[in-house]
């Protein structure tokens, strides 16, 4: 009888004990668009793979220390940034003029402080820079001359060259494109990007924050703005959600995409998935568009919907489940 009330008591203990763990969640993505395995060399998907997942451990680091959601999408995005698989930082693609403009935001849910940067060209990590327009300017978004400017007032912001962000793979692309275009195909094709990067994370306190960042799509011109640093397009956090964006941005503007799904949770109490997988496979797709997005509630549910043949998503659950998924046949 003792025995059984012994072991009684150390199941109570246990189970208090995992209650009591914070219940912390990060959800990434690498973009979404045509990703087929036939175009995706094996080396190529071993060091996407890698990428997602050392983005996870640096987000997840911040996370399982107690730190906040927003230092956690932050941490995630740099590594995102500097791996040069992706379309953000190092591995952007190239405007039409053979340059990168780098877009990027961020968002605390808890507080509804959010900060943008668009077309930037010298800033190593654009999401710095938003986190920096966030917590040390009086504005949420920044653009252009006046965006670099303001982070030449930042020291603690690493510059480079516009050069830098070059590589061989983007300069492909976008002769591909300038060829088709001269052929008389649409600057932008339904598809045609991926590598956009951005993460979504909860926090030990409950909280959410949203970033993203991106070097928008190949052969854009005329100062093209995409959806990646537009607060409520591709990035939204609020105190019961949060959304990260991937797609033809256009499409993603014109439907307040990120902001949609939260405001589908909040409003009609939609479950996340459904709020997710109802914006993405039925209302881009209704205007024309095409991408995904990851979203994060503050349950720790997580949904990644998307409507083309893949996107690079990762994440880890509250229960410590982990995983990184490139195909449409990936669960
Ligand atoms: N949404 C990005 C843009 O339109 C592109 C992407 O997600 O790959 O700039």
């Known amino acids: 009888m003792r025995q059984l009330s012994a072991l009684l008591l150390a199941f109570a203990a246990m189970t208090a004990h995992a209650a009591d763990k914070p219940r912390t969640a990060l959800v990434i993505h690498g973009g979404a668009g045509v990703i087929e395995r036939s175009a995706l060399s094996a080396q190529d998907e071993r060091e ?5 997942d050392r983005a996870l451990d640096a987000g997840n680091a911040v ?11 932050e941490a995630a995005i740099v590594v995102m940034e500097e791996s040069p698989q992706f379309n953000a930082g190092k591995g952007a693609v190239f405007n039409a003029e053979g340059k990168h403009e780098l877009d990027a935001s961020i968002m605390d849910g808890h507080t509804r402080k959010a900060g943008a940067v668009a077309g930037v060209s010298t800033v190593r990590n654009p999401i710095r820079l938003a986190r920096a327009v ?8 920044l653009a252009g001359m006046g965006a670099e400017k303001f982070a030449d007032s930042r020291p603690e912001l690493e510059r480079v060259p ?17 060829a088709k275009e ?3 195909a649409a600057i932008v094709e339904k598809g045609k990007y991926f590598g956009t990067v951005g993460a979504v994370a909860l926090d030990a306190q409950g909280h959410i924050a949203a970033a993203t960042s991106t070097g928008g799509m190949t052969n854009k011109r005329w100062g093209r703005v995409g959806d990646s640093p537009i607060i409520g397009a591709g990035t939204w956090a609020d105190d019961r959600c949060g959304v ?16 949609d799904i939260c405001a589908r949770v909040a409003y009609r109490g939609d479950a996340l998935a459904v709020a997710a997988d109802e914006v993405i496979n039925k209302v881009v797709p209704a205007s024309g568009g095409d991408g995904g997005a990851i979203a994060l509630d503050r349950d720790g549910n997580i949904a990644l ?15 410590g489940s982990r995983g990184t998924a490139i195909f449409r046949d990936e669960r």
């Open 48 to 52: 996407i793979r890698a990428a997602l």
């Open 182 to 184: 001269k052929a008389g």
């Open 244 to 259: 990260s964006g991937t797609g033809w941005g256009e499409f993603f503007i014109r439907n307040a995409v990120a902001h």
């Open 162 to 178: 516009n050069h830098w962000f070059d590589t061989e793979r983007r300069r492909r692309q976008l002769e591909e494109a300038q």
């Open 63 to 73: 996370l399982a220390k107690g730190g906040s959601a927003l230092d956690a999408v």
């Open 134 to 141: 966030m917590e040390h300017s009086p504005h949420v978004m």
């Open 305 to 319: 919907p998307f409507n083309t043949s893949g996107m690079y998503r990762a994440w880890i659950k509250p229960d």
